[in-house]
């Protein structure tokens, strides 16, 4: 069964912390995603790559950057969390362009 | 222009009647239109998806209808069961440059018995 492990399912940090959130795939996609998702808003793609070290920022890239040393993991960085970022984030892999995402469970942030 | 609106926000259908959860785009770039089931405290996954050469494509109780000329597509569930009651997203994207999904809000769709 193909996988989108997402390392963390709950986090709580504080204002001003660095947070680390990793994504791992075994699916040897070549495209993967980072999406937060609030209610109301949908899912608001926030960095995305489609090689290793490559990186595209997204529709709300501000305060967040990307790190992808290898093939099968994508991280996301807050590099100084902030109470607008407590957040579901969802990490996402796809294996062609315009082909269907397989999503991981979610990690949901809270930043107090 | 990437926008992709979804109605309703929220749905509850009776077991066994058919649910209807409609997406409108202005992008008439786009050539992939999936949709995506999630339940609580899990991602969404894919459900089905259609290309815009049909206008129909069925999977089991699940059908799309696209309408090119009118930039809509929608999403039916017959025979409506308990077991569908999740949060289905509308999605949209196209071939060209980066595959940026545009998805849409959502619909909290509710089966009651």
């Known amino acids: 069964d193909v996988k989108v492990t997402q390392s963390s399912r709950y986090l709580v940090k504080r204002t001003g912390e660095k947070v680390f959130l990793e994504c791992v795939q075994d699916?040897?996609?070549?495209?993967m995603f980072w999406y937060r998702q609030d209610p109301g808003l949908g899912l608001r793609l926030i960095y995305f790559?489609?090689?290793?070290?490559?990186?595209e920022k997204g529709d709300i890239p501000e305060g967040y950057s990307v790190s992808r040393e290898k093939k099968e993991r994508f991280s996301l960085i807050l590099e100084s969390a902030s109470t607008n970022q407590t957040s579901m984030y969802l990490c996402a892999s796809s294996f062609l362009k315009n082909y269907g995402y397989t999503f991981g469970s979610g990690t949901r942030l809270t930043v107090v | 222009q990437q926008q992709v609106k979804q109605s309703p926000q929220s749905l509850i259908v009776q077991k066994g009647g058919i649910s209807i959860i409609n997406c409108a785009y202005e992008?008439?770039?786009?050539?992939?239109f999936p949709w995506y089931q999630q339940f609580p405290g899990k991602g969404p996954a894919l459900l089905i998806a259609?290309?815009?050469?049909?206008s129909e494509k069925k999977e089991g109780r699940f059908t799309i209808s696209f309408n090119k000329s009118a930039k809509q597509f929608s999403l039916h569930i017959m025979d409506s069961q308990p077991g569908d009651s999740a949060t289905y997203f509308c999605a949209a994207s196209y071939s060209g440059g980066y595959q940026k999904v545009t998805f849409g809000t959502g619909t909290k769709l509710q089966v009651i018995p």
């Open positions: 790559s489609y090689d290793v070290k490559m990186k």
């Open positions: 259609i290309r815009p050469d049909v």
């Open positions: 699916m040897d996609h070549e495209n």
């Open positions: 992008n008439t770039a786009f050539d992939y």
